[in-house]
C-alpha cells in the first residue's frame, strides 16, 4: 500500500492581492472592492492601486470597512485625494456603510509587492 499524498496548502496570493481579513462572510465585498479599486491609478504611475500592491488589506466591524494602504512614497503630494478617491469607490460597494483609508508605512511599499502583470510592465520580471 502505498502512502497517501501529502496535503497541498493553498496557493499564496499574489503580491498584489490586498489580504483578506473578513473571512467568508466577506470575500465577496472585498472582491468587489478590489475591482472597485483596480479602476483607481496612481497619478505618477501608470498602474492601478492594485496592481501596484499599495493595498494591504481590510478590517471589518460589521457593514464598516477600514482599508489599510500605502503609498509608493510617505511624501507623496496626492495622498489626501487619492485617500478620499478610494473611500468613494470602497463606499459604491452594495452591503458596505462605510469606508475609512488608513495610509500606513510599515511595512513600507517596495516593487516587490506589485502584480507579476506590473512588473512585466515596468521590467521587474
Not at 497541498?8 to 472585498?30: N, Q, V, W
Not at 466591524?61 to 470602497?90: N, R, S
Request: aromatic fraction near 8%; glycine fraction near 6%; charge should be negative.
Amino acid at each position: 500500500m502505498s502512502d497517501p499524498a501529502p496535503p497541498t496548502s493553498p496557493p499564496a496570493p499574489s503580491a498584489a492581492s490586498p489580504a483578506p481579513s473578513g473571512g467568508p462572510a466577506y470575500a465577496e465585498r472585498e472582491h468587489l472592492i478590489t475591482e472597485n479599486l483596480k479602476q483607481i491609478y496612481d497619478p505618477e504611475i501608470p498602474m492601478n492601486i492594485v496592481d501596484l500592491g499599495l493595498i494591504y488589506g481590510f478590517e471589518w466591524q460589521g457593514d464598516d470597512v477600514t482599508l489599510k494602504m500605502t503609498l509608493t512614497a510617505p511624501g507623496c503630494p496626492v495622498a489626501g485625494i487619492l485617500a478620499e478617491e478610494v473611500k468613494l469607490a470602497i463606499e459604491k460597494v452594495p452591503n458596505v456603510h462605510a469606508a475609512k483609508v488608513d495610509m500606513i508605512w510599515d511595512p513600507p511599499w517596495s516593487p516587490d509587492r506589485m502584480s507579476e502583470f506590473a512588473k512585466r510592465q515596468f521590467g521587474y520580471a
